[in-house]
Antibody, heavy 116, light 113 residues
Framework: QIQLVQSGPELKKPGESVKISCKAS????????MHWVKQAPGKGLKWMGW????????TYADDFKGRFVFSLEASASTANLQISNLKNEDTATYFC?????????WGQGASVTVSS | DIVMTQTPSSQAVSAGEKVTMSCKSS????????????LAWYQQKPGQSPKLLIY???TRESGVPDRFIGSGSGTDFTLTISSVQAEDLADYYC?????????FGAGTKLELK
């Protein structure tokens, strides 16, 4: 069955970096784009952008240009999200989601807490 | 950016009730090339990741109970739950994928009356 398994919770200080992974199984990784969604504590969903898993080309929403990087380890069927120069407002759960018809399979979420 | 407005923000319901929630977009989501509305609905239960319910405004995802019904076109969309069950208590989000950025509504929270 289709599964997206994300890395574990992270506790970071402001200014540090974090890398979140999303390992896919149960389908051909390069056949489906991977999207990323942010959910701050107690808040709604915010679309961050996506990465073409065949070409590696990322597309970012405006609010996520600059400090956010989507990347791939295609041989490992893994998509990554790296956030640099972390700020308190980056505290959130980050979801990866496969784009089939729409976001038809989601990871369990990776929690990032930024606190001094 | 297309703004998605969901109402109500929360709704208290009893099991067996019919529930409707609204999602309005600031621009039409109807693509003239294929006459499809690029609107999806997701359900998120507490502590879980979102789950796809409906895509293209009215197509139910495989395995989703038929009590979930999506309707609407253009800028006005509705998610109806024909007879709410206890397991349907959750947050519901609409999302447009007509144009970047693929914006979500703020959500409708279904609570127990």
């Amino acid at each position: 069955q289709i599964q997206l398994v994300q890395s574990g919770p992270e506790l970071k200080k402001p200014g540090e970096s974090v890398k979140i992974s999303c390992k896919a199984s149960g389908y051909t990784f390069t056949d489906y784009a991977m999207h990323w969604v942010k959910q701050a504590p107690g808040k709604g969903l915010k679309w961050m952008g996506w990465i073409n898993t065949y070409t590696g080309k990322p597309t970012y929403a405006d609010d996520f240009k600059g400090r956010f990087v989507f990347s791939l380890e295609a041989s490992a069927s893994t998509a990554n999200l790296q956030i640099s120069n972390l700020k308190n407002e980056d505290t959130a759960t980050y979801f990866c989601a496969r784009w089939g018809r729409v976001m038809d399979a989601w990871g369990q979420g990776a929690s990032v807490t930024v606190s001094s | 950016d297309i703004v998605m407005t969901q109402t109500p923000s929360s709704q208290a319901v009893s099991a067996g009730e019919k529930v409707t929630m609204s999602c309005k977009s600031s621009q039409s989501l109807l693509y003239s090339g294929d006459q499809k509305n690029y609107l999806a609905w997701y359900q998120q239960k507490p502590g879980q990741s979102p789950k796809l319910l409906i895509y293209l405004a009215s197509t139910r995802e495989s395995g989703v109970p038929d009590r979930f019904i999506g309707s609407g076109s253009g800028t006005d969309f509705t998610l109806t739950i024909s007879s709410v069950q206890a397991e349907d208590l959750a947050d519901y989000y609409c999302q447009q994928h007509y144009s970047y950025p693929y914006t979500f509504g703020a959500g409708t929270k279904l609570e127990l009356k």
